[in-house]
């Protein structure tokens, strides 16, 4: 069952302990105080309860889908909300501690925070149990029932790899702040910047370059022998060696080619010009 399967992402089985749901999405009956009535997403932690050794060491929550965070525990309920790629937001609520900031990407499975109980309060005024809280909302904010929306993905594996790009990216965040020419504030901003595809570039510009007008041969001499000698003092014999030892020398008898293309290939071959 795919539900089975996000849980299980979400908050993975120690040995033979699994999570567990506690309350399901719309239930109405024994809500904690403080808590939505309906029920808007599903609450589940491991078997055991409150006194449970597992659910009272802040175990690890893991991210249910690939997206970017939006919220990082800036409310009184310590809620992780990730964006997907299909604009829904997940939301898992009374996180004890935070991983991710707001701005970062994630992968499905990805360390995210350990569970908690923030913001519960039971009807005695007493802290409540540890849980997950997960629910999602559409793009419009309406909400969708997570269970549902886990069943409709079919089966899938509840502990993938991460994606290539996803430590890549960390890391250069990470450099990105060490950098010391780099302010922090810049940081901030770069992790905050969309990451879409810019329409200027030097094949793309509104910007027209004037371009000076140069003749092809505008940087060769009128006269190479001329230039070279005024370069080196001296014009070596092709025979002699030295700077033109290697160079092929035109066959015996008339020229195919003016001698003036000879002293070019000479003149070009001294100078480094193609």
Do not use: C
Not at 64 to 80: L, M
Not at 149 to 172: Q, S
Request: no cysteine.
């Amino acid at each position: 069952m795919s539900w089975e399967d996000m849980m299980r992402r979400i908050l993975q089985p120690v040995g033979r302990v699994a999570p567990h749901i506690t309350s399901g999405y719309g239930e109405t009956t024994n809500r904690p105080r403080g808590s939505s009535n309906p029920h808007r997403g599903i609450d589940f932690n491991y078997v055991g309860g409150r006194e449970a050794r597992l659910n009272k060491s802040n175990p690890a929550v893991r991210s249910p889908v690939d997206g970017v965070v939006e919220n990082a525990g800036e409310d009184k309920w310590g809620t992780i909300a990730i964006r997907d790629k299909n604009g829904l937001l997940h939301q898992i609520l009374h996180t004890d501690a935070r991983h991710v900031k707001i701005g970062d990407p994630v992968a499905a499975g990805q360390l995210i925070g350990t569970m908690g109980n923030t913001g519960i309060i039971r009807k005695d005024g007493k802290p409540g149990d540890p849980h997950v809280h997960y629910q999602i909302k559409d793009s419009e904010g309406r909400l969708v029932d997570p269970g549902a929306f886990a069943d409709a993905l079919g089966p899938f594996d509840p502990n993938p790899a991460l994606p290539a790009y996803i430590p890549e990216y960390l890391r250069y965040l990470q450099n990105a702040g060490r950098v010391p020419g780099t302010r922090p504030e810049d940081v901030r901003i770069l992790r905050r910047m969309p990451t879409g595809e810019s329409d200027r570039s030097v094949f793309n510009s509104g910007d027209l370059v004037p371009v000076p007008a140069i003749p092809p041969d505008a940087s060769f001499p009128s006269s190479p022998k001329a230039d070279f000698e005024g370069r080196y003092k001296t014009w070596p014999s092709p025979s002699g060696g030295g700077v033109l030892a290697g160079f092929d020398q035109a066959q015996q008898g008339k020229p195919d080619t003016p001698n003036n293309e000879d002293w070019s290939a000479m003149w070009r071959r001294r100078t480094g010009l193609p």
